[in-house]
């Protein structure tokens, strides 16, 4: 995006004010761009009819509001659309909006490309291209609620990236789509989704939000893991639980551990037995995840044992759930993003 100019979307309210302030504006302003941008979808001062001639002037001198092209868009028919999003310096993006019973959420991206390398995900097919600054974050969502005309009232950054490798820049967009005065998105609407850098799940504990941390954990052993999840060699399972528990005791939150069932891989009952007694004393749920195929040869098939492998958690007192699928006639679903584009 333009680099010469200050991003609004960098900013919270009380910080536009001051820094409007600096560029001899009056301060009220900050409100009044933060309204047509947030609720009314606007994003150029010149179309901000309450604002004068010379503040106009003034702001786009010397702020910006650019949001990412969209470079390709798809819907599915479920309804869930997946958008490809181009920024200024050519890095893209994907955002997929889907619709649920309770409303509509966004799946956004936190880096370009993404270095973790986990083998069933297609965006670490990608080559990491660069880190997304907050307000580069916080633009999918805008961009897509003002295409779509959708009222987006959730958010799970499980899109391209590992948000906690682009740490600084998810927690600047985190407070800016929590603000009131924007977006207004409580933490409890909010899901980061890591492969697990422990320092990192500490560090976010600290800060006490109140955002849904979910896990990838997909494996119960440290050699299996390791195989599919290369951080496991840093970081093995139990040091993740570990902070997982800490995650829980700092937000009260119950992290969730994401499970994508892989037939003849990790599905057996005596991998549920194993995932019981690991997260026997965690406050957590599991979601598994019907796998998705990543590519035309992937060795990986649906699991047969779905609903055995649920039962077995249920019955040791694991909360279960299986996520459901949406959008994967657009490759829009888990582990899919970036398929289409490679080929
Ligand atoms: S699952 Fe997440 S962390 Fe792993 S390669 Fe995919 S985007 Fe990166």
């Known amino acids: 995006m333009n680099s010469q100019k200050t991003h609004i979307l960098s900013y919270t309210h009380n910080e536009l004010k001051d820094l409007f302030q600096q560029?001899?504006?009056?301060?009220?302003?900050?409100?009044?761009?933060?309204e047509w941008v947030y609720s009314k979808k606007i994003f150029d001062f010149s179309l901000m009819s309450n604002i004068s001639k010379e503040d106009i002037a003034l702001l786009t001198e010397n702020f910006t509001l650019e949001l990412p092209e969209i470079?390709?868009?798809?819907?599915?028919?479920?309804?869930?659309?997946?958008?490809?999003?181009?920024?200024?310096?050519?890095?893209?993006?994907?955002?997929?909006?889907?619709?649920?019973?309770?409303?509509?959420?966004?799946?956004?991206?936190?880096?370009?490309g993404c270095k973790m390398g986990c083998v069933f995900c297609?965006?670490?097919?990608?080559?990491?291209?660069?880190?997304?600054?907050?307000?580069?974050?916080?633009?999918?969502?805008l961009k897509a609620a003002s295409d779509s005309n959708k009222n987006i009232s959730r958010t799970v950054v499980m899109g391209i990236g590992e948000p906690f490798d682009n740490y600084d820049n998810l927690v600047n967009f985190l407070k800016i789509i929590n603000m009131k005065e924007g977006l207004n998105l409580g933490g409890r609407r909010i899901t980061v989704s890591t492969c697990g850098i422990v320092p990192k799940i500490y560090e976010f504990a600290d800060l006490g939000l109140q955002v849904n941390l979910s896990v990838s954990l997909h494996e119960v052993t440290d050699k299996e893991r390791t195989a599919i999840m290369p951080i496991n060699k840093k970081y093995n399972i139990e040091q993740v639980i570990k902070a997982c528990e800490y995650y829980f005791e700092k937000t009260n939150r119950r992290v969730s551990f994401e499970y994508a069932l892989i037939s003849g891989k990790n599905d057996?009952?005596?991998h549920a037995m194993r995932l019981c007694s690991l997260l026997k004393n965690v406050m957590c749920y599991v979601n598994v995840i019907p796998v998705n195929p990543i590519d035309k040869k992937s060795a990986h098939q649906n699991s047969k044992n779905l609903s055995g492998f649920c039962a077995i958690l249920k019955e040791n007192g694991i909360p279960v759930t299986v996520r459901r699928e949406l959008g994967r006639d657009i490759d829009a679903a888990c582990g899919q993003l970036r398929r289409q584009n490679d080929n």
């Open 268 to 270: 057996t009952d005596e």
């Open 23 to 34: 560029y001899g504006l009056k301060r009220y302003r900050a409100i009044q761009v933060l």
């Open 71 to 112: 470079e390709k868009k798809l819907v599915s028919q479920d309804g869930t659309i997946k958008y490809l999003f181009r920024y200024s310096d050519g890095a893209t993006v994907e955002s997929v909006v889907m619709d649920y019973d309770y409303g509509t959420s966004i799946c956004v991206s936190s880096q370009s």
């Open 122 to 141: 297609a965006s670490s097919k990608v080559p990491f291209s660069r880190n997304l600054e907050g307000y580069e974050i916080t633009a999918q969502i």
